[in-house]
């Protein structure tokens, strides 16, 4: 066997490969013996169809299945062994002619492979400083948050009057016709937060009402930018076969049932109960409230920063790829693709994606960044606790769910990837000067919303 590597230029080389008779010919021997004892021919006895006939029937294939197979064998350890980097894999040459395999004869068979070889480039763009959002955390924040863990453990109890916007309302409403109940008009029973309520002349009327009261309204606008469906669908509650129904949207609606949520008392066992038994003071709490917006902000922040630090490095790093050839690899492993297609998949997303990749495993390399196996099962475990929205799922549920997760696969490389450009993202924060600037939660979630709009938002970068 004899192998060449012809390097054409900085980022394309090529490969060739001659299979002579004796790195083929044993195997094919053996696998024709092997064809000819499980032979059941008619007119045969099982294992003896003469050799030459099983040799016409299988050779050609088998041939083939055997030198493509030595070919991958040695293109890889060729690679491997001679620390060649390079994108993709080996293609077939444009001028590679038809090989026609031929198991009666003792040739040799030659085959010359493209190859797009890794850029070298440096890393450029993180020497400037850049802008870190450090968002504001007030004591009302963190008031409105404890309010909020109080109110989800507290007790729902019925009210008869002085009602208040946090109290929910349920009227039993009919539909009126100049002001009376229109006949065989609609009935429904209609609930709802009073804060919600959109109409402020009809607020006000519930907010001084008692229990048994009516109170006359429209419910297309009882709440604010609600559809016509939404209307038919959720406040009426019309079936499939009435959403077509006509209705006059005045309705009249007595008062009968007013729930308000009274929260819970603070005291040991309701704190211990919303943060855990390591914390046992309304101080402690708060400082853990504290953290935990904290963290949140944080992490928008952060992602506000890796966009930006992703986008520098991108326009300061100047990486010249092997297009020509990284398109036509493209093709030859997408049959579904014509050229143009291709072009366009090239152009819009598969080139820079494929910078990124290469700029991120040069950091990966650089700062020896490795993802280890109890990495893995703590995502693993930190995505299951997500998926349960704060319920308790019990140990043992929780610890064979992440077992489970372990044996996909599909999975595990998802969590390698985000693990291990999480660690990048980590590590070049450490390397890049902040320049922070304290800004106001709302502020911070308006720049997220205008980045997301422009399609520039943290998230909306996509990796190879």
Known sequence: MKIDFNKKDDLNA?????????????????????????????GFRKG??????????YGKSLLADIVNQKIQEELGGYLKDNEIEFLGQPIPSEDQTLINFDPNSKQSYDFTFDLGLTPDFEINGIETPFKYYDAIITDEDIETEWERYRKQKGERVDVEENFEDND??????????????????LETTISILVSVVDDQEVKDKILSAKKGDKIQFNVNTLEKERSEEYVRKYILKLGEEEMDRDYNPEFEGEIVEVKR??????????????????????????DSIKKEIKSYYDSQADAILFRDIQNKIMEESEIHLPDAFLKRWIEFNNDKLGPEEVAKEYENYFADNLRWTLIRNKLVKKHEIEVQPEDIHNEMRTRVMRYAGGYNLGEDFINQTVQRLMQDQKQVEDAYEEILSSMVFDTLKDDVELDKEEIEQDKLMEIIQDLKSKNQGPGTDEEE
């Not at 309701?270 to 038994?277: H, K, L, N, P, R």
């Open 14 to 42: 090529q490969i060739s490969i001659s299979i002579e008779n004796e790195d083929y010919s044993g195997k094919l021997e053996n696998e024709l013996r092997n064809y000819q004892k499980k032979s059941n021919l008619k």
């Open 48 to 57: 003896k169809t003469p050799k030459s006939m099983i040799r016409k029937m």
């Open 168 to 185: 929910y309302i349920t009227f039993n409403a009919v539909e009126l016709e100049n002001g009376e109940v229109k006949p065989k008009g």
């Open 261 to 286: 949520v009274v929260p819970a008392e603070v005291n040991e066992e309701f704190i211990t109960s919303v943060f855990g038994e390591e914390i046992k003071t309304e101080e402690e709490a708060k």
